[in-house]
Protein backbone atom coordinates (compact mmCIF):
# COMPACT_ATOMS: atom_id res chain seq x y z
CA UNK A 1 0.00 0.00 0.00
CA UNK A 2 1.51 3.33 -0.81
CA UNK A 3 1.34 5.73 1.57
CA UNK A 4 3.17 8.91 0.87
CA UNK A 5 3.66 11.55 3.88
CA UNK A 6 1.17 13.59 5.15
CA UNK A 7 3.40 15.95 7.00
CA UNK A 8 4.42 18.86 5.43
CA UNK A 9 7.71 19.51 4.06
CA UNK A 10 9.92 21.63 5.98
CA UNK A 11 10.83 24.93 4.82
CA UNK A 12 12.00 28.25 6.19
CA UNK A 13 9.61 29.87 3.23
CA UNK A 14 7.70 28.22 1.32
CA UNK A 15 4.13 26.54 3.30
CA UNK A 16 3.40 23.97 2.12
CA UNK A 17 -0.26 22.53 1.58
CA UNK A 18 -0.65 19.15 2.21
CA UNK A 19 -3.51 17.86 -0.72
CA UNK A 20 -6.00 14.98 0.49
CA UNK A 21 -5.09 11.66 -1.37
CA UNK A 22 -7.23 10.95 -4.29
CA UNK A 23 -9.40 7.37 -3.07
CA UNK A 24 -10.57 4.87 -6.13
CA UNK A 25 -13.28 3.68 -2.89
CA UNK A 26 -14.55 7.09 -3.00
CA UNK A 27 -15.03 7.12 -7.17
CA UNK A 28 -17.33 4.97 -9.42
CA UNK A 29 -15.60 2.38 -11.70
CA UNK A 30 -12.98 3.98 -13.90
CA UNK A 31 -13.74 4.18 -17.53
CA UNK A 32 -10.90 3.69 -19.66
CA UNK A 33 -8.55 7.18 -20.35
CA UNK A 34 -7.85 8.65 -23.47
CA UNK A 35 -4.05 9.98 -21.50
CA UNK A 36 -2.90 9.45 -18.12
CA UNK A 37 0.09 11.40 -17.46
CA UNK A 38 2.36 9.82 -14.57
CA UNK A 39 3.89 13.04 -13.01
CA UNK A 40 3.05 16.37 -11.79
CA UNK A 41 6.24 18.52 -12.37
CA UNK A 42 6.82 21.16 -14.83
CA UNK A 43 6.51 19.06 -17.83
CA UNK A 44 3.45 16.21 -16.22
CA UNK A 45 1.55 18.81 -15.70
CA UNK A 46 2.06 21.46 -18.88
CA UNK A 47 0.68 18.40 -21.22
CA UNK A 48 -2.07 17.94 -19.49
CA UNK A 49 -3.13 22.15 -19.70
CA UNK A 50 -1.35 21.80 -23.23
CA UNK A 51 -4.37 19.00 -24.05
CA UNK A 52 -6.95 20.56 -21.96
CA UNK A 53 -6.58 23.77 -24.52
CA UNK A 54 -7.14 20.85 -27.26
CA UNK A 55 -10.18 19.54 -25.18
CA UNK A 56 -8.31 16.30 -24.23
CA UNK A 57 -9.40 15.39 -21.25
CA UNK A 58 -6.24 13.77 -19.12
CA UNK A 59 -5.70 11.79 -15.44
CA UNK A 60 -2.85 13.25 -14.09
CA UNK A 61 -1.03 10.79 -10.97
CA UNK A 62 0.98 12.88 -8.33
CA UNK A 63 2.53 9.41 -5.92
CA UNK A 64 3.14 12.59 -3.13
CA UNK A 65 -0.02 14.63 -1.68
CA UNK A 66 2.24 18.01 -1.71
CA UNK A 67 4.80 20.07 -3.95
CA UNK A 68 8.73 19.11 -4.71
CA UNK A 69 11.01 19.26 -1.72
CA UNK A 70 13.51 22.38 -1.99
CA UNK A 71 13.52 25.04 -4.54
CA UNK A 72 14.91 22.75 -7.73
CA UNK A 73 14.40 24.80 -10.75
CA UNK A 74 14.89 28.61 -10.35
CA UNK A 75 16.03 30.16 -13.65
CA UNK A 76 13.21 30.27 -15.79
CA UNK A 77 13.97 31.83 -19.54
CA UNK A 78 12.05 33.92 -21.63
CA UNK A 79 10.36 31.09 -23.66
CA UNK A 80 9.96 29.38 -20.68
CA UNK A 81 7.75 32.41 -19.32
CA UNK A 82 6.12 32.53 -23.32
CA UNK A 83 5.19 28.86 -22.67
CA UNK A 84 3.20 29.28 -19.31
CA UNK A 85 1.66 32.38 -20.47
CA UNK A 86 0.23 30.09 -23.12
CA UNK A 87 -1.60 27.67 -20.00
CA UNK A 88 -1.95 31.00 -17.90
CA UNK A 89 0.94 30.74 -15.55
CA UNK A 90 3.02 33.07 -16.30
CA UNK A 91 1.71 36.06 -14.99
CA UNK A 92 1.79 35.07 -11.65
CA UNK A 93 5.46 33.82 -11.95
CA UNK A 94 6.20 37.46 -13.00
CA UNK A 95 4.84 38.80 -10.44
CA UNK A 96 6.15 37.00 -7.99
CA UNK A 97 9.67 36.26 -9.23
CA UNK A 98 12.66 38.30 -9.90
CA UNK A 99 13.96 39.40 -13.80
CA UNK A 100 17.62 39.45 -14.77
CA UNK A 101 19.80 39.47 -17.77
CA UNK A 102 23.15 40.10 -16.67
CA UNK A 103 25.68 37.16 -15.22
CA UNK A 104 29.12 37.66 -13.77
CA UNK A 105 32.38 35.81 -13.72
CA UNK A 106 35.07 36.02 -11.23
CA UNK A 107 38.56 34.81 -11.04
CA UNK A 108 41.15 35.91 -8.69
CA UNK A 109 38.52 38.88 -7.35
CA UNK A 110 38.54 40.21 -10.96
CA UNK A 111 35.30 40.09 -12.93
CA UNK A 112 36.82 38.50 -16.20
CA UNK A 113 33.41 38.40 -17.66
CA UNK A 114 30.23 39.66 -18.08
CA UNK A 115 26.93 38.17 -20.11
CA UNK A 116 24.55 40.74 -20.69
CA UNK A 117 21.45 38.88 -22.62
CA UNK A 118 19.73 41.08 -25.15
CA UNK A 119 16.13 42.49 -23.71
CA UNK A 120 14.16 43.49 -26.93
CA UNK A 121 11.51 46.07 -26.37
CA UNK A 122 9.29 43.40 -28.52
CA UNK A 123 9.63 41.11 -25.62
CA UNK A 124 7.40 40.96 -22.72
CA UNK A 125 9.13 38.66 -20.65
CA UNK A 126 12.79 39.02 -19.31
CA UNK A 127 15.76 36.67 -20.19
CA UNK A 128 15.73 35.27 -17.32
CA UNK A 129 13.18 35.21 -13.96
CA UNK A 130 14.19 33.69 -11.01
CA UNK A 131 11.49 31.91 -9.02
CA UNK A 132 11.74 29.02 -6.65
CA UNK A 133 9.99 25.64 -8.68
CA UNK A 134 7.39 25.01 -5.47
CA UNK A 135 5.85 27.94 -6.49
CA UNK A 136 5.60 27.43 -10.11
CA UNK A 137 4.08 23.91 -9.51
CA UNK A 138 1.46 25.61 -7.33
CA UNK A 139 0.63 27.86 -9.87
CA UNK A 140 0.74 25.22 -12.34
CA UNK A 141 -1.69 23.16 -9.81
CA UNK A 142 -4.40 25.95 -9.36
CA UNK A 143 -4.47 26.17 -13.24
CA UNK A 144 -5.19 22.31 -13.46
CA UNK A 145 -7.92 22.44 -10.62
CA UNK A 146 -9.74 25.12 -12.82
CA UNK A 147 -9.34 23.07 -15.41
CA UNK A 148 -12.50 20.41 -16.04
CA UNK A 149 -10.67 18.23 -18.50
CA UNK A 150 -7.71 17.26 -16.15
CA UNK A 151 -8.30 14.72 -13.15
CA UNK A 152 -5.74 15.28 -10.83
CA UNK A 153 -4.92 12.59 -8.35
CA UNK A 154 -2.99 13.18 -5.21
CA UNK A 155 -1.22 10.25 -3.87
CA UNK A 156 -1.56 7.84 -6.84
CA UNK A 157 1.62 6.19 -7.90
CA UNK A 158 1.97 4.41 -10.74
CA UNK A 159 3.47 0.78 -9.93
CA UNK A 160 2.87 -1.57 -12.92
CA UNK A 161 2.46 -1.18 -16.78
CA UNK A 162 1.78 -3.24 -19.01
CA UNK A 163 0.79 -2.57 -22.84
CA UNK A 164 -0.87 -4.20 -25.01
CA UNK A 165 -2.34 -3.21 -28.74
CA UNK A 166 -3.09 0.07 -28.58
CA UNK A 167 -3.72 0.39 -24.89
CA UNK A 168 -1.40 0.32 -21.65
CA UNK A 169 -2.93 -1.20 -18.63
CA UNK A 170 -1.84 0.29 -15.40
CA UNK A 171 -1.95 -0.81 -11.54
CA UNK A 172 -1.85 2.34 -9.33
CA UNK A 173 -1.18 2.11 -5.87
CA UNK A 174 -2.92 4.84 -3.19
CA UNK A 175 -2.77 4.78 0.65
CA UNK A 176 -6.31 2.57 0.57
CA UNK A 177 -4.46 -0.10 -2.16
CA UNK A 178 -4.30 -0.46 -5.54
CA UNK A 179 -6.65 0.07 -8.47
CA UNK A 180 -6.27 -0.22 -12.33
CA UNK A 181 -6.98 1.89 -15.22
CA UNK A 182 -6.55 1.59 -18.81
CA UNK A 183 -5.54 4.32 -20.95
CA UNK A 184 -4.70 4.70 -24.84
CA UNK A 185 -1.91 7.01 -23.82
CA UNK A 186 0.76 6.96 -20.96
CA UNK A 187 2.84 10.25 -20.69
CA UNK A 188 6.01 9.25 -18.68
CA UNK A 189 7.03 12.49 -16.59
CA UNK A 190 7.80 10.76 -13.85
CA UNK A 191 10.87 12.79 -13.70
CA UNK A 192 15.03 11.72 -13.75
CA UNK A 193 14.38 8.65 -11.36
CA UNK A 194 11.57 7.32 -13.91
CA UNK A 195 10.25 3.82 -12.88
CA UNK A 196 8.88 3.99 -16.39
CA UNK A 197 11.76 4.21 -18.29
CA UNK A 198 13.66 1.52 -15.42
CA UNK A 199 10.63 -0.81 -16.08
CA UNK A 200 10.53 -0.58 -19.60
CA UNK A 201 14.40 -1.24 -19.33
CA UNK A 202 15.25 1.41 -21.65
CA UNK A 203 18.74 3.18 -22.00
CA UNK A 204 19.56 6.80 -22.18
CA UNK A 205 22.66 7.48 -24.33
CA UNK A 206 25.29 10.06 -23.30
CA UNK A 207 27.65 10.93 -20.89
CA UNK A 208 28.12 11.39 -17.03
CA UNK A 209 30.11 14.10 -15.29
CA UNK A 210 32.23 13.06 -12.50
CA UNK A 211 32.42 16.48 -10.63
CA UNK A 212 29.97 16.72 -7.92
CA UNK A 213 28.19 19.90 -6.44
CA UNK A 214 26.30 21.22 -3.60
CA UNK A 215 23.15 23.21 -3.95
CA UNK A 216 22.09 24.97 -1.07
CA UNK A 217 19.36 28.10 -0.72
CA UNK A 218 19.95 29.84 2.46
CA UNK A 219 17.81 32.81 3.76
CA UNK A 220 20.77 35.97 3.75
CA UNK A 221 20.21 38.96 3.53
CA UNK A 222 23.26 40.48 0.71
CA UNK A 223 23.09 43.73 -0.81
CA UNK A 224 23.25 42.21 -4.22
CA UNK A 225 21.52 42.60 -7.47
CA UNK A 226 19.41 39.61 -9.20
CA UNK A 227 22.66 38.62 -11.42
CA UNK A 228 24.21 35.48 -11.56
CA UNK A 229 27.34 34.86 -9.88
CA UNK A 230 30.30 32.65 -11.18
CA UNK A 231 33.37 32.26 -9.22
CA UNK A 232 36.30 29.94 -10.61
CA UNK A 233 39.59 28.38 -8.67
CA UNK A 234 38.60 30.95 -5.32
CA UNK A 235 41.37 30.12 -2.22
CA UNK A 236 38.78 28.53 -0.25
CA UNK A 237 37.98 25.68 -3.20
CA UNK A 238 40.58 25.45 -5.41
CA UNK A 239 40.22 24.24 -8.78
CA UNK A 240 36.43 24.58 -8.51
CA UNK A 241 33.41 26.71 -9.21
CA UNK A 242 30.84 28.35 -7.62
CA UNK A 243 27.83 29.94 -8.21
CA UNK A 244 25.37 32.53 -6.75
CA UNK A 245 21.54 33.56 -7.48
CA UNK A 246 19.16 35.54 -5.76
CA UNK A 247 15.61 34.11 -5.37
CA UNK A 248 12.34 35.91 -3.93
CA UNK A 249 11.52 35.61 -0.27
CA UNK A 250 15.31 36.92 1.04
CA UNK A 251 16.58 33.44 -0.40
CA UNK A 252 19.70 32.73 -1.92
CA UNK A 253 21.10 29.73 -4.17
CA UNK A 254 24.82 29.20 -3.34
CA UNK A 255 26.05 25.97 -5.50
CA UNK A 256 29.75 24.97 -4.44
CA UNK A 257 31.36 21.94 -6.54
CA UNK A 258 33.17 19.14 -4.10
CA UNK A 259 36.68 17.98 -4.41
CA UNK A 260 37.20 15.25 -6.10
CA UNK A 261 36.58 11.65 -3.72
CA UNK A 262 34.11 13.58 -1.37
CA UNK A 263 30.57 11.84 -1.14
CA UNK A 264 27.34 13.42 -0.79
CA UNK A 265 27.19 11.98 3.08
CA UNK A 266 30.22 14.06 4.23
CA UNK A 267 29.31 17.44 2.01
CA UNK A 268 25.78 17.76 3.26
CA UNK A 269 26.92 17.48 6.83
CA UNK A 270 25.74 20.46 8.42
CA UNK A 271 29.38 21.49 10.00
CA UNK A 272 30.54 20.82 6.26
CA UNK A 273 28.07 22.95 4.63
CA UNK A 274 28.50 25.85 7.00
CA UNK A 275 32.10 25.96 7.39
CA UNK A 276 31.73 26.42 3.08
CA UNK A 277 28.83 28.86 2.91
CA UNK A 278 30.66 31.19 5.14
CA UNK A 279 34.06 30.95 3.24
CA UNK A 280 32.43 31.59 0.40
CA UNK A 281 30.45 34.59 2.06
CA UNK A 282 34.17 35.78 3.63
CA UNK A 283 35.33 35.59 -0.23
CA UNK A 284 32.49 38.49 -1.71
CA UNK A 285 32.81 40.68 1.62
CA UNK A 286 30.36 39.38 3.75
CA UNK A 287 31.81 37.43 6.61
CA UNK A 288 29.80 37.16 9.44
CA UNK A 289 26.62 38.14 7.88
CA UNK A 290 23.60 35.80 9.49
CA UNK A 291 22.09 33.05 7.10
CA UNK A 292 19.60 30.23 7.89
CA UNK A 293 19.50 27.22 5.94
CA UNK A 294 16.66 26.15 3.88
CA UNK A 295 17.55 22.99 1.61
CA UNK A 296 20.71 21.46 0.39
CA UNK A 297 20.96 18.64 -2.17
CA UNK A 298 23.96 17.57 -4.38
CA UNK A 299 23.66 16.91 -8.17
CA UNK A 300 26.26 16.01 -11.10
CA UNK A 301 26.03 16.92 -14.47
CA UNK A 302 24.91 14.26 -17.26
CA UNK A 303 24.32 14.90 -20.98
CA UNK A 304 21.82 11.79 -21.50
CA UNK A 305 18.53 11.29 -24.11
CA UNK A 306 16.45 8.34 -25.05
CA UNK A 307 17.31 7.80 -28.30
CA UNK A 308 13.54 7.61 -28.73
CA UNK A 309 10.63 9.15 -26.77
CA UNK A 310 7.98 6.66 -28.06
CA UNK A 311 7.73 3.23 -27.00
CA UNK A 312 4.18 1.44 -27.87
CA UNK A 313 1.66 3.87 -25.85
CA UNK A 314 4.21 5.40 -23.83
CA UNK A 315 5.45 8.99 -24.26
CA UNK A 316 8.54 9.92 -22.76
CA UNK A 317 8.59 13.80 -21.32
CA UNK A 318 11.18 16.42 -18.99
CA UNK A 319 13.60 14.88 -17.35
CA UNK A 320 12.15 10.94 -17.49
CA UNK A 321 13.13 11.42 -21.83
CA UNK A 322 16.47 13.01 -20.65
CA UNK A 323 18.86 14.14 -17.55
CA UNK A 324 20.84 17.61 -18.80
CA UNK A 325 23.20 19.50 -16.87
CA UNK A 326 21.92 22.24 -14.75
CA UNK A 327 24.38 25.09 -16.19
CA UNK A 328 22.61 27.28 -18.98
CA UNK A 329 19.06 26.80 -16.82
CA UNK A 330 17.96 23.32 -19.20
CA UNK A 331 16.10 21.08 -16.63
CA UNK A 332 12.47 22.56 -16.18
CA UNK A 333 13.19 24.94 -19.13
CA UNK A 334 13.82 21.76 -21.35
CA UNK A 335 10.23 20.32 -19.81
CA UNK A 336 8.43 23.10 -21.04
CA UNK A 337 8.96 22.65 -24.14
CA UNK A 338 9.04 18.82 -24.34
CA UNK A 339 5.59 19.43 -22.96
CA UNK A 340 4.42 21.92 -25.17
CA UNK A 341 5.34 20.05 -28.14
CA UNK A 342 3.42 16.96 -26.52
CA UNK A 343 0.53 18.58 -25.68
CA UNK A 344 -0.58 19.69 -29.00
CA UNK A 345 0.88 17.06 -31.19
CA UNK A 346 -0.69 13.72 -28.37
CA UNK A 347 -4.15 16.28 -28.58
CA UNK A 348 -4.12 15.84 -32.33
CA UNK A 349 -3.61 12.74 -32.63
CA UNK A 350 -6.14 12.03 -29.97
CA UNK A 351 -8.87 14.04 -31.51
CA UNK A 352 -8.10 12.29 -35.45
CA UNK A 353 -6.61 15.34 -36.80
CA UNK A 354 -3.10 13.46 -37.52
CA UNK A 355 -2.41 10.00 -37.66
CA UNK A 356 0.44 8.64 -34.90
CA UNK A 357 3.22 9.57 -37.53
CA UNK A 358 2.95 13.08 -35.61
CA UNK A 359 4.11 11.12 -32.63
CA UNK A 360 6.79 9.93 -33.64
CA UNK A 361 7.74 13.42 -35.16
CA UNK A 362 6.93 14.93 -31.51
CA UNK A 363 10.15 12.25 -30.75
CA UNK A 364 12.26 13.28 -33.53
CA UNK A 365 11.73 17.04 -33.18
CA UNK A 366 12.28 16.37 -29.21
CA UNK A 367 15.69 14.35 -29.12
CA UNK A 368 17.11 16.51 -31.80
CA UNK A 369 16.44 19.23 -28.96
CA UNK A 370 17.92 17.61 -26.29
CA UNK A 371 20.83 16.50 -28.68
CA UNK A 372 21.70 19.86 -29.54
CA UNK A 373 21.85 21.14 -25.81
CA UNK A 374 23.91 17.84 -24.81
CA UNK A 375 26.11 19.36 -27.24
CA UNK A 376 25.82 22.85 -26.25
CA UNK A 377 25.67 22.00 -22.44
CA UNK A 378 28.10 19.50 -22.98
CA UNK A 379 30.70 22.74 -24.12
CA UNK A 380 29.89 24.22 -20.47
CA UNK A 381 29.75 21.16 -18.21
CA UNK A 382 33.32 20.41 -19.53
CA UNK A 383 34.20 24.30 -18.68
CA UNK A 384 32.57 24.19 -15.38
CA UNK A 385 33.99 21.04 -14.46
CA UNK A 386 36.71 19.55 -16.42
CA UNK A 387 36.50 15.80 -17.05
CA UNK A 388 40.13 15.02 -17.84
CA UNK A 389 43.37 16.33 -16.84
CA UNK A 390 44.07 18.09 -20.40
CA UNK A 391 39.97 19.43 -19.98
CA UNK A 392 41.81 21.01 -16.80
CA UNK A 393 44.92 22.59 -18.15
CA UNK A 394 43.08 23.91 -20.99
CA UNK A 395 40.24 25.64 -18.33
CA UNK A 396 43.01 26.73 -16.18
CA UNK A 397 45.10 28.10 -18.98
CA UNK A 398 41.58 30.10 -20.08
CA UNK A 399 40.90 31.35 -16.49
CA UNK A 400 45.11 32.56 -16.48
CA UNK A 401 44.89 34.36 -20.12
CA UNK A 402 41.61 35.72 -19.11
CA UNK A 403 42.95 37.82 -16.39
CA UNK A 404 44.55 40.22 -19.38
CA UNK A 405 43.39 38.93 -22.72
CA UNK A 406 40.15 39.43 -23.80
CA UNK A 407 39.91 36.88 -26.50
CA UNK A 408 39.36 34.02 -23.97
CA UNK A 409 36.81 35.47 -22.02
CA UNK A 410 33.88 34.87 -24.19
CA UNK A 411 34.60 30.89 -23.33
CA UNK A 412 33.19 32.00 -19.20
CA UNK A 413 29.61 32.28 -21.43
CA UNK A 414 28.04 29.14 -20.96
CA UNK A 415 25.23 28.78 -23.32
CA UNK A 416 22.02 30.00 -22.05
CA UNK A 417 19.00 27.23 -22.98
CA UNK A 418 17.06 28.51 -25.74
CA UNK A 419 14.10 27.38 -27.71
CA UNK A 420 15.11 24.43 -30.23
CA UNK A 421 14.40 25.65 -33.70
CA UNK A 422 12.50 22.72 -35.49
CA UNK A 423 14.17 23.41 -39.26
CA UNK A 424 14.20 20.41 -40.31
CA UNK A 425 11.05 19.07 -39.02
CA UNK A 426 8.28 16.88 -41.58
CA UNK A 427 6.04 19.40 -40.56
CA UNK A 428 7.39 22.18 -42.53
CA UNK A 429 6.03 22.93 -45.93
CA UNK A 430 8.17 21.98 -48.41
CA UNK A 431 6.48 24.09 -51.39
CA UNK A 432 6.57 27.30 -49.57
CA UNK A 433 9.21 30.64 -49.65
CA UNK A 434 10.94 29.45 -46.78
CA UNK A 435 14.16 30.22 -48.30
CA UNK A 436 12.70 33.41 -50.33
CA UNK A 437 12.67 35.36 -46.93
CA UNK A 438 15.31 37.40 -45.82
CA UNK A 439 14.24 38.41 -41.94
CA UNK A 440 11.61 36.90 -39.92
CA UNK A 441 11.15 33.63 -38.04
CA UNK A 442 12.36 30.64 -39.96
CA UNK A 443 11.19 27.18 -40.91
CA UNK A 444 10.60 25.29 -37.53
CA UNK A 445 11.77 28.48 -35.71
CA UNK A 446 9.35 30.03 -32.40
CA UNK A 447 7.59 33.23 -33.11
CA UNK A 448 9.47 36.73 -32.56
CA UNK A 449 7.16 38.65 -30.40
CA UNK A 450 5.88 42.10 -31.21
CA UNK A 451 4.83 44.74 -28.89
CA UNK A 452 1.40 46.23 -30.31
CA UNK A 453 1.17 48.61 -27.52
CA UNK A 454 1.60 49.40 -24.03
CA UNK A 455 0.80 46.27 -22.86
CA UNK A 456 0.12 43.99 -25.64
CA UNK A 457 2.12 41.48 -27.55
CA UNK A 458 1.57 39.63 -30.74
CA UNK A 459 2.00 36.56 -28.50
CA UNK A 460 -0.79 37.24 -25.98
CA UNK A 461 -2.99 36.32 -29.35
CA UNK A 462 -1.43 33.34 -30.44
CA UNK A 463 -1.91 29.66 -29.67
CA UNK A 464 -4.57 26.85 -28.38
CA UNK A 465 -4.27 25.89 -32.89
CA UNK A 466 -2.73 26.85 -35.66
CA UNK A 467 -2.44 30.47 -36.10
CA UNK A 468 -2.30 31.96 -40.02
CA UNK A 469 -0.93 35.38 -39.73
CA UNK A 470 -1.69 37.34 -43.23
CA UNK A 471 0.08 40.42 -44.21
CA UNK A 472 -2.73 42.86 -46.09
CA UNK A 473 -4.13 45.95 -46.62
CA UNK A 474 -7.52 44.82 -48.09
CA UNK A 475 -10.53 44.74 -46.22
CA UNK A 476 -11.10 41.02 -46.51
CA UNK A 477 -8.99 37.97 -46.35
CA UNK A 478 -9.66 36.72 -50.47
CA UNK A 479 -12.45 34.40 -50.57
CA UNK A 480 -10.21 30.85 -51.70
CA UNK A 481 -8.18 31.65 -48.72
CA UNK A 482 -11.44 31.58 -46.79
CA UNK A 483 -12.68 28.57 -48.11
CA UNK A 484 -9.36 26.93 -47.09
CA UNK A 485 -9.91 28.27 -43.41
CA UNK A 486 -13.14 27.03 -42.77
CA UNK A 487 -12.76 23.77 -44.94
CA UNK A 488 -9.56 22.75 -42.57
CA UNK A 489 -11.80 24.42 -39.72
CA UNK A 490 -15.16 22.28 -40.51
CA UNK A 491 -12.68 19.23 -40.12
CA UNK A 492 -12.08 20.27 -36.32
CA UNK A 493 -8.41 21.28 -36.84
CA UNK A 494 -8.23 24.77 -35.22
CA UNK A 495 -7.03 27.68 -36.81
CA UNK A 496 -7.28 31.00 -35.97
CA UNK A 497 -6.34 34.14 -38.73
CA UNK A 498 -4.79 37.17 -37.49
CA UNK A 499 -4.64 39.79 -40.40
CA UNK A 500 -1.82 41.88 -39.75
CA UNK A 501 -1.28 45.55 -41.83
CA UNK A 502 -4.69 46.71 -42.39
CA UNK A 503 -6.01 50.17 -40.61
CA UNK A 504 -9.33 48.73 -39.71
CA UNK A 505 -11.21 45.06 -39.17
CA UNK A 506 -10.41 42.28 -41.88
CA UNK A 507 -13.09 40.35 -42.73
CA UNK A 508 -12.45 36.76 -42.75
CA UNK A 509 -9.72 37.10 -39.84
CA UNK A 510 -10.29 36.50 -36.23
CA UNK A 511 -8.59 39.80 -35.63
CA UNK A 512 -6.92 42.45 -36.87
CA UNK A 513 -3.88 44.21 -35.97
CA UNK A 514 -2.82 47.60 -37.94
CA UNK A 515 0.83 47.93 -38.61
CA UNK A 516 1.17 51.45 -38.88
CA UNK A 517 4.91 52.00 -38.96
CA UNK A 518 5.74 48.77 -40.68
CA UNK A 519 7.51 47.46 -37.52
CA UNK A 520 5.27 44.15 -37.52
CA UNK A 521 6.30 43.62 -41.18
CA UNK A 522 9.55 44.89 -41.13
CA UNK A 523 10.62 41.70 -38.16
CA UNK A 524 8.65 39.62 -39.84
CA UNK A 525 10.37 39.99 -43.50
CA UNK A 526 7.41 40.46 -44.94
CA UNK A 527 8.35 43.13 -48.47
CA UNK A 528 4.55 43.25 -49.46
CA UNK A 529 1.17 42.66 -48.87
CA UNK A 530 -0.02 38.93 -49.72
CA UNK A 531 2.70 37.27 -47.48
CA UNK A 532 1.56 34.89 -44.71
CA UNK A 533 3.41 32.88 -41.77
CA UNK A 534 1.37 29.86 -40.68
CA UNK A 535 2.30 28.86 -37.06
CA UNK A 536 1.82 25.38 -35.03
CA UNK A 537 -0.11 25.57 -32.21
CA UNK A 538 3.00 25.77 -30.50
CA UNK A 539 3.95 28.97 -32.15
CA UNK A 540 6.54 27.38 -33.89
CA UNK A 541 6.52 28.42 -38.14
CA UNK A 542 6.11 25.83 -40.66
CA UNK A 543 5.12 27.55 -43.43
CA UNK A 544 6.01 30.89 -44.14
CA UNK A 545 5.00 32.73 -48.16
CA UNK A 546 5.43 35.99 -49.80
CA UNK A 547 2.30 35.33 -51.85
CA UNK A 548 0.29 33.15 -50.02
CA UNK A 549 -2.32 31.35 -52.45
CA UNK A 550 -5.15 28.73 -50.89
CA UNK A 551 -3.45 25.75 -52.74
CA UNK A 552 -0.21 26.38 -50.85
CA UNK A 553 -2.36 26.93 -47.28
CA UNK A 554 -4.13 23.63 -47.96
CA UNK A 555 -0.70 21.69 -48.73
CA UNK A 556 0.92 23.33 -45.67
CA UNK A 557 -2.12 22.47 -43.22
CA UNK A 558 -1.63 18.77 -45.02
CA UNK A 559 1.92 18.95 -44.27
CA UNK A 560 1.64 19.78 -40.42
CA UNK A 561 -1.19 17.02 -39.85
CA UNK A 562 0.42 13.78 -41.12
CA UNK A 563 -2.38 11.56 -41.85
CA UNK B 1 45.98 38.88 -41.26
CA UNK B 2 44.52 36.08 -43.46
CA UNK B 3 43.94 33.20 -41.54
CA UNK B 4 44.64 30.65 -44.62
CA UNK B 5 47.56 32.70 -45.22
CA UNK B 6 49.88 29.82 -47.78
CA UNK B 7 52.93 31.09 -46.16
CA UNK B 8 51.70 29.47 -42.98
CA UNK B 9 50.92 26.48 -43.37
CA UNK B 10 53.10 23.49 -42.52
CA UNK B 11 53.81 22.82 -46.39
CA UNK B 12 56.19 26.08 -46.76
CA UNK B 13 59.53 27.17 -45.44
CA UNK B 14 59.22 28.30 -42.11
CA UNK B 15 59.20 32.35 -41.99
CA UNK B 16 60.95 32.32 -38.82
CA UNK B 17 64.84 32.36 -39.49
CA UNK B 18 67.72 30.65 -38.02
CA UNK B 19 68.38 32.95 -35.85
CA UNK B 20 65.02 33.50 -35.01
CA UNK B 21 64.18 29.77 -33.68
CA UNK B 22 67.24 30.21 -31.75
CA UNK B 23 66.02 32.85 -29.58
CA UNK B 24 62.59 30.80 -29.29
CA UNK B 25 64.51 28.17 -28.33
CA UNK B 26 66.02 29.53 -25.53
CA UNK B 27 63.21 31.83 -24.36
CA UNK B 28 60.85 28.68 -24.33
CA UNK B 29 63.41 26.67 -22.08
CA UNK B 30 63.94 29.14 -19.58
CA UNK B 31 60.42 29.95 -19.54
CA UNK B 32 59.68 26.63 -19.07
CA UNK B 33 62.16 26.63 -15.94
CA UNK B 34 60.79 29.81 -14.61
CA UNK B 35 57.42 28.26 -14.38
CA UNK B 36 58.64 25.33 -12.51
CA UNK B 37 57.53 21.76 -12.85
CA UNK B 38 53.83 22.39 -11.12
CA UNK B 39 53.35 25.12 -13.67
CA UNK B 40 55.04 24.52 -17.15
CA UNK B 41 51.83 22.58 -18.80
CA UNK B 42 49.70 25.15 -17.86
CA UNK B 43 52.28 27.94 -19.45
CA UNK B 44 52.70 25.77 -22.22
CA UNK B 45 48.82 25.37 -22.88
CA UNK B 46 48.57 29.23 -22.53
CA UNK B 47 51.41 29.45 -25.18
CA UNK B 48 49.81 27.81 -27.09
CA UNK B 49 45.91 29.48 -27.08
CA UNK B 50 47.52 32.72 -28.12
CA UNK B 51 49.89 31.28 -30.78
CA UNK B 52 46.19 29.40 -31.78
CA UNK B 53 44.71 33.03 -31.78
CA UNK B 54 47.25 35.13 -33.23
CA UNK B 55 47.44 32.25 -36.09
CA UNK B 56 43.75 32.66 -36.56
CA UNK B 57 43.47 29.38 -37.90
CA UNK B 58 41.81 26.42 -36.24
CA UNK B 59 42.58 24.10 -38.70
CA UNK B 60 46.27 24.99 -39.04
CA UNK B 61 46.44 24.56 -34.69
CA UNK B 62 44.88 20.94 -35.64
CA UNK B 63 47.52 20.42 -37.95
CA UNK B 64 50.44 21.43 -35.51
CA UNK B 65 48.37 19.21 -32.93
CA UNK B 66 48.38 15.83 -35.00
CA UNK B 67 52.63 16.96 -35.67
CA UNK B 68 53.64 17.78 -32.16
CA UNK B 69 51.95 14.42 -30.87
CA UNK B 70 54.43 12.37 -33.58
CA UNK B 71 56.97 10.37 -31.92
CA UNK B 72 56.15 11.44 -28.32
Redesign the interface.
Known sequence: MHQPTTEARPSIYYPYQVFAPWLPSAHPPQARQRVVIAGSGPAGMVTALELARHGVPSVVLESELQVSQGSRAIVFTRRSLEILQQVGVAQRMSEQGLPWRFGNSYYRGQRVFRMEAPHDSDDRYFPMLNIQQQYMEEYLIEACAAQPLIDFRWGNKLVQVRQEEGVAHLQIDTPEGPYALDTDWLVAADGGRSEIRTALGLKMEGASYEGFFVIADIRIDLPLPTERLAFFDPDWNPGNTILMHREPHGIWRVDYQLPPGETAEQALRPESLKARIDAQLAMIGHAGTPWEMDWSSVYSARTLTLPDYVHGRVLFTGDAAHLLPIFGVRGANTAFQDAQALGWQLGCVVKGLAGEKLLANYSAERVGAAREIIDEAGKSTRFMTPPSRGFR??R???L??SLS?G??RPLYHWRTSRPHEYSGSVLNSPGDDNALFSAGPAHGAPPRNIRLSADDFLLDHLGGGFDLLYFTEAPALPEALQQVVAGARARGVPLKVIAVGAPGPVAGADLSLPDADGHFRQRYGVPASGAAYLLRPDQHVCARWLTLDAHRLQAALNTALPQ | MNPETPAMTSETTPSLPLSGLEDVYDALATAIDQAGPDKA??FL??L???NA?QLGSASLVREHIEVALKDL
Open positions: LLDAVSLQFV | ELVKALLQ
